[in-house]
Structure formats: structure tokens, C-alpha cells
């Protein structure tokens, strides 16, 4: 069984998987003035499944990947090197057939619920439009689906007659929760899904993210900076540093015994209820290094309180930590499991 392995059945797998962007220096000018053609391998190597009605969280720093991996799951982003499996069958090849047919069962939210939405159309039209494309209903079947859809998030159906701009920011995640529910998908990305909305809203959207998770049966990739949310929603949990996973396990057990000191860092920067802004304990010394030329070895040694000399030649592999843990870290000296 894989290192990640969830216990039922794997919807997506992704063995592999780099993402690299060519970063433009090349060709005559490269030739006229010497310069070296520059890649940024935003995804190295990434192994992971999501089981079927799991709750996936990707979490990271700033620019680790996270986001590039999740575009490269709903097929906007092309892979390097590696495949993605969906439901047993690759569709890593963008213009395959299987990849076709897997559109309409994996979408996407977006970070921004302000550019996501076309302003242009009504809510009826922004929640028919999905359904259009796919095939699904007649045009008598896709009104009725859309005013299904808009009281499913919680807005009224009078909603459907109005335009994104009369909405909070909040509404038009909601809204834009709606679009991604139309096609019935089994799989949704969620890009920083909270990250745009007032605090007091996040909880309202979190909630009924995990409401629609239940009725629906569906699996979300839940793509954050913000480990209160994954806390509160994510089943299992990957934490990706400059482009590779570092550690992933079931939710409680990594947040508990996070191994990875990069994990230990971010868990306990969590903010706590009744402890003022911040846990005490390690903050994370430094920036994180430029994916275009990145450490050798284990790329956090720059930044780890543990690092030894083995940390600056040796790529650490994600080993499990137990026997039969589904718990795995990338580090040379992880912190022991009780
Ligand atoms: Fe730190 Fe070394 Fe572990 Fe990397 S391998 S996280 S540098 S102890």
C-alpha cells in the first residue's frame, strides 16, 4: 500500500508528478548573449491519492506549489513528468479522452470570488453555463438545477435574477460554490477558498463546505496557508516545501506529532483560541529559497534548526514513520512517534 494511502477507495492518484515552467531566457537571445535557459520546477516529483469522500488539505508557504499542483489535478496546467490517475485510468495527457470525460467530475473554487465570476451574466446564466458545456438537462432541466443549486448554498432564489456585483464576497463564493456543485462532481479543488473573505465569513463558508461534502459524497483537495481551516475540515493532511511533500498524514495524528521540523513550525504558529495571537515555539527563520536554484539536499537545511551536514548533500525520501502508519515525512533526523 502507498506511503499515503487512504482505506477506501482512491479517486485520484498522482505518481510522480513535476511541474516545471520554462522562465523565458532562451533561443536567439540566449544564444547572442549567453544567458542560461532558466526553469522553475514548481512540482518535483509529488506522490499522492484522495480517497473517495476525503477531504485532502495541501498546505505550504507561499509559492511551494501547492496551487500549481491543484491546477495540474483539474487539467489547466500540463505535467512535466509523472501521471494522474482518475478513478483507475490516466488522464494525464490534457486532450485524451479520459481526461475529457474526468472534466466534469473534478472542478474547481477559486481564491477570488470577485474575478471568478463572469459580471456579465446573471447567477442563472453563471450556474447554467457549466451545465451547457457538460450536456447535462434541457433548458427546462438546467433552470430547474440552478434554482436547486442556489438554495443549496443558502441564498435565495430570487439570487438567480441578479448580477455577481450585488453580492457581499462571501454570497459570491457561495455562488461560485453553486457552479462547481452544478456538473455533480465527485472531486472539487478548492483554491484558498477563505483567503478573500472576512474572517467572520470564513467559518459560514467552511461550514458549508462541509455540509455539501456530506450530502453530496463528495472529496475535496483543500489548497491553504490557513491551518485553522484545514484543522477544521481536512481528513488528511500533505505539507509541500518548494515543490516536493515533506510530510503527510491523517489530520489529528500530524497535527499532534507533526515529524518534519517545517511541520512542527507551522502547526505551532497556529493561533489558539484564548492564547493571544501566537503560540510560543519555533517561528521559521529566513525566506523561503528561489524554486529557480534550490538548495541541494534536503531544501529546508538553510532554514532548519536540525540540519547536519547529511541535510546539504542528501535528498531526504518520504519514509513512513511506523509500521502501519499512514504517517510519512521527508527528514533525516524526524521526530519520533510515541
Ligand atoms: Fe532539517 Fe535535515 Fe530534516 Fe531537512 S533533513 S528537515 S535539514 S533535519
Known amino acids: 500500500m502507498p506511503l499515503d494511502a487512504a482505506p477506501t477507495a482512491t479517486l485520484l492518484s498522482a505518481t510522480g508528478l513535476s511541474i516545471t515552467f520554462d522562465m523565458g531566457v532562451g533561443g536567439l537571445l540566449a544564444r547572442l548573449t549567453g544567458a542560461k535557459r532558466q526553469q522553475l520546477r514548481a512540482v518535483n516529483a ?7 469522500g476525503e477531504t485532502l488539505a495541501l498546505v505550504g508557504e507561499s509559492g511551494c506549489g501547492k496551487t500549481t499542483l491543484g491546477r495540474a489535478v483539474v487539467g489547466l ?6 501521471t494522474i490517475s482518475w478513478q483507475g485510468t490516466d488522464i494525464t495527457d490534457l486532450a485524451s479522452p479520459a481526461r475529457k470525460s474526468s472534466r466534469r467530475e473534478i472542478q ?7 474575478g471568478s465570476l463572469n459580471p456579465r451574466l446573471p447567477v442563472s446564466e453563471v450556474l447554467k453555463e457549466p451545465l451547457r458545456i457538460h450536456g447535462i438537462g434541457n433548458a427546462a432541466e438546467q433552470d430547474a438545477r440552478a434554482r436547486t443549486l442556489i438554495q443549496q448554498v443558502g441564498l435565495p432564489v430570487d439570487a438567480l435574477n441578479r448580477y455577481p456585483h450585488q453580492f457581499s464576497g462571501g454570497q459570491r463564493q457561495r455562488i461560485a460554490i453553486a457552479r462547481a456543485l452544478g456538473p455533480m462532481p465527485k472531486l472539487i479543488v478548492a483554491d484558498e477558498p477563505l483567503s478573500a473573505l472576512d474572517v467572520s465569513i470564513q467559518s459560514q463558508i467552511l461550514n458549508l463546505m462541509a455540509d455539501l461534502r456530506t450530502q453530496h459524497q463528495l472529496s475535496y483537495l483543500l489548497i491553504s496557508h490557513d491551518l485553522g481551516a484545514v484543522n477544521h475540515l481536512a481528513d488528511r493532511v500533505a505539507v509541500m516545501y518548494l515543490g516536493r511533500i515533506v510530510e503527510i498524514g491523517p489530520r489529528d495524528d500530524l497535527f499532534s506529532r507533526p515529524a518534519h521540523p517545517y511541520t512542527q ?14 503560540r510560543r515555539g519555533r517561528s ?7 524554486p529557480i536554484n534550490p538548495p541541494t539536499g534536503c531544501a529546508f537545511h ?5 540540519a547536519q551536514d547529511i541535510c546539504k548533500s542528501d ?6 514513520l511506523g509500521d502501519l502508519s499512514h504517517h510519512a515525512a521527508a527528514c533525516h533526523f524526524p521526530e519520533r512517534q510515541p
Do not use: N
Open 46 to 52: 509529488v506522490d499522492l491519492t484522495i480517497a473517495s
Open 77 to 82: 496546467y500540463r505535467p512535466t513528468a509523472g
Open 108 to 114: 474547481m473554487i477559486f481564491q477570488d470570488p470577485y
Open 265 to 278: 513550525a507551522l502547526v505551532e504558529a497556529i493561533p489558539r483560541v484564548g492564547q493571544g495571537k501566537r
Open 284 to 290: 521559521i527563520s529566513g525566506d523561503v529559497p528561489s
Open 302 to 306: 538553510p532554514r532548519c534548526p536540525k
Open 315 to 320: 535528498l531526504p525520501a518520504l519514509t513512513a
